[in-house]
C-alpha cells in the first residue's frame, strides 16, 4: 500500500514538473535568434499640409477649407451603372407581385362571388379574369405578402378557399 502511494506520488511530480512552460526560441540555421522588421508592410496614411481648422494670422476667423481631390472615386462608374439600371426600370411594363383570389371556376359562380365580394366587402374592387376554360375572380394588386394580408385575412371570412397568388403588377 506504502508503495502505491510512492509511485502515485512520484507520478504526480512528473506529470507537474513536464506541464511547465517552456522557452522557445526560433533560430536560424546559423544558431542566432530570428528577428525580421516588418514596418516596411504597414500602410502609410498620407495627411493634408493643412487642414480645414487653420486660422488666418489674426485670428478672428477660420481660413478657407483645402479641396483635397479623391484619389479611388467611382463616381463616373456608379453613374453609368445607376443610369443603366435607370434605363431597365422605364422600360419595365409591370412589376412582380400579389393578388387574393377568390374563386376559380365557372362563369356564373364566377360572377355571384364578385357581387358578394361588392356587399361584404365593398372596399375592395373585384375582377372577372377568363382564361380558357376558367373564370378567376381576383381582389387587390399588392407589392408585398405584407401589405395584402390584411386584406387576405377579411376575404378569408367570407371566402375559406381564398388565396394570396403572385401576379404581374401593370405599371400606368
Not at 9 to 29: D, H, R
Not at 85 to 103: M, P, W
Request: charged share 25%.
Amino acid at each position: 500500500m506504502q508503495s502505491l502511494r510512492y509511485s502515485i506520488y512520484i507520478i504526480t511530480i512528473i506529470l507537474l514538473g513536464s506541464c511547465a512552460t517552456s522557452k522557445k526560441t526560433t533560430t536560424t540555421s546559423q544558431g542566432g535568434k530570428y528577428s525580421e522588421d516588418l514596418s516596411v508592410w504597414r500602410p502609410k496614411v498620407e495627411t493634408p499640409a493643412e487642414t480645414a481648422t487653420t486660422t488666418t494670422p489674426d485670428n478672428t476667423k477660420p481660413a478657407t477649407p483645402v479641396y483635397i481631390d479623391p484619389k479611388q472615386a467611382v463616381n463616373k462608374k456608379l453613374d453609368a451603372v445607376l443610369d443603366s439600371i435607370d434605363h431597365i426600370n422605364l422600360s419595365r411594363k409591370f412589376v412582380e407581385g400579389y393578388t387574393i383570389q377568390v374563386y376559380s371556376g365557372r362563369r356564373e359562380e364566377a360572377l355571384n362571388a364578385k357581387k358578394q365580394i361588392a356587399i361584404s366587402l365593398p372596399g375592395l374592387d373585384a375582377e372577372v379574369q377568363f382564361t380558357e376554360p376558367i373564370f378567376r375572380v381576383k381582389v387587390g394588386k399588392y407589392y408585398s405578402r405584407m401589405d395584402a394580408q390584411e386584406d387576405y385575412a377579411a376575404v378569408k371570412r367570407y371566402f375559406p378557399a381564398a388565396i394570396l397568388i403572385p401576379e404581374k403588377i401593370a405599371i400606368d
